[in-house]
């Protein structure tokens, strides 16, 4: 198994002599075979840096402190310097709206980080592995991911660092066993209300059994040569931004319509990503859909057209090319163009700045005991992602909950006594197949959670302190 990782190592990224690698263990068999087999690479010599351990204490579970003890007496036996933290989960949850999951991998991540750059700027180590990496493709095909997310997970990204992507998840188990070990074992790993879960005990099985022996092996070669080819697409796209994007002082980015219309486009698209990534700082909340509404806009938008991204970032169409950022339009101008949807960021707050408000996505496991009318919540399982939001359009209909049949949405505004000019200012949530959500007034019929419901969206909207 040592030469998989080393072989993996050499032929995607070959430390330095002097990188410092701070390899992350909970104290589970995947960490636990990651510390060991850097720590033998290290004593044969494969590379010269320094390597430390950190073990992130969550505090989530009754046994977390003994594995932490656990952790630091693996590491002492090794003669590794082992840096511990505690993060606060629950209390991060008070002022952050994301699942018990999302907020942990969230905190463990700054920590480790952190962690890392104090400590010669190593650096970061997981023990992601095969079986996580064909979990992961799935997902991803599961919600639509274009080539940026059916690569999977790359043995180097930025400072993480992931030395075993080439071996299995059996392999490490066996290599545990053969080395003596007990690992620690974190039983949300088998609840199958998280959809990796379900993907790894049902789905995997039933395909391997019934469709391709070797899908393991094939959906990581395919992640393999996805990754291969968006590596070279990301080269093209920022050479591409390199020659031809101008940024002026206002922190907003041009780029030039007749240059952009000669590529293919594949790299157009790359193209549109990077600079939005450049500009916003992420591409969460971006889709498909955005994609290509800037890139129609940009070869043949009307002068003076403009897109609202989520996060209330603009695109604006100019004479010879496109703008991206800078300043918003007029207030009430951005009301009629939520006419357009936008993708709603699930889980996580989509910002709707024309409207003052925000949507605010969670993904719970059970039910809430109190749902103010301020609020939605759905089963994820019957809805058919991805979802959206919007204000009103003509001819607008829904399912009101408790009513049989459907209502014209014009009508229940009238019925409501919903003033006019409010009107236009109401966010929908919706579907691909229709509306969902009279945002903070009315739940539709379709998709509504109950005790049955395995993973249940909670949406609430809420004013924005400063619109």
């Known amino acids: 198994m040592l030469e998989k990782i080393k072989k993996c190592l050499t032929q995607r990224y070959l430390p330095p002599e002097d990188t410092c690698v701070l390899a992350a263990c909970s104290g589970g068999p995947d960490s636990l075979t990651l510390v060991h087999a850097l720590h033998c ?29 656990f952790v630091m007496g693996f590491c002492q036996e090794r003669g590794l310097v082992c840096y511990q933290e505690k993060v606060d989960v629950r209390g991060y949850l008070e002022h ?32 992601h592995h095969r079986d996580d990496q064909v979990e992961t493709v799935l997902l991803q095909l599961f919600r639509g991911a274009g080539l940026d997310g059916l690569k999977g997970m790359r ?28 690992p620690c074992q974190d039983p949300s790993n088998h609840k199958l209300e998280y959809l990796r879960n379900r993907v790894r005990q049902e789905l995997l099985p039933e395909l391997e059994a019934h469709y391709n022996g070797q899908i393991r092996k094939t959906l990581d070669r395919t992640a393999m040569i996805i990754g291969d080819v968006q590596d070279y697409m990301d080269q093209q796209a920022e050479s591409f931004l390199r020659q031809e994007m101008s940024e002026n002082g206002n922190g907003s980015a041009f780029l030039p319509a007749q240059p952009f219309g000669r590529l293919h486009l594949a790299l157009q698209r790359q193209v549109i990503r990077c600079l939005l990534e450049k500009k916003r700082g992420t591409l969460t909340g971006i889709s498909f859909a955005h994609v290509e509404k800037i890139a129609e806009m940009l070869l043949h938008g009307q002068v003076g057209s403009w897109q609202l991204l989520p996060g209330g970032f ?25 006419t357009e949807s936008m993708e709603l960021v699930v889980p996580g707050e989509t910002v709707l700045a024309p409207l003052g408000r925000k949507v605010t996505a969670r993904i719970l496991t059970e039910l809430p005991a109190d749902v103010p009318v301020t609020t939605g919540v759905f089963d994820l399982e019957r809805l058919k992602p991805p979802l959206y939001v919007r204000t009103r359009q003509a001819g607008d209909r829904f399912e009101p909950r408790g009513m049989e049949g459907s209502k014209k949405l014009q009508d229940y505004f009238t019925d409501e006594k919903i003033p006019r000019q409010e009107r236009d200012r109401i966010p929908l949530v919706g579907d691909q197949d229709g509306l969902l959500w009279i945002g903070g007034r009315r739940q ?20 924005l302190e400063d619109c």
């Open 155 to 182: 043995p180097l990204q930025g400072k993480l660092l992931r030395p075993l992507l080439a071996v299995s998840r059996q392999e490490i188990e066996n290599y545990c066993r053969e080395q003596g070990w007990n």
């Open 41 to 69: 690479l290290r004593e044969a010599g494969f590379w010269n840096g320094e390597l430390a351990v950190a073990h992130i204490n969550h505090c989530l579970r009754p046994e977390a402190d003994l594995e932490a003890e």
């Open 314 to 338: 603009v695109i604006r169409r100019d004479y010879d090319g496109l703008w991206a950022g800078g300043a918003i339009p007029d207030r009430l101008n951005l009301a009629e163009a939520l």
């Open 96 to 127: 952050h709206r994301h699942s018990l999951q999302e907020a942990a991998r969230i905190l463990r991540y700054k920590a480790l980080f952190r962690m890392a750059a104090n400590w010669k700027g190593a650096l970061v180590a997981t023990g």
């Open 444 to 463: 539709c019929r379709r998709g509504g959670a109950d005790e049955h419901s395995r993973q249940i969206l909670q949406l609430e909207l809420t004013r």
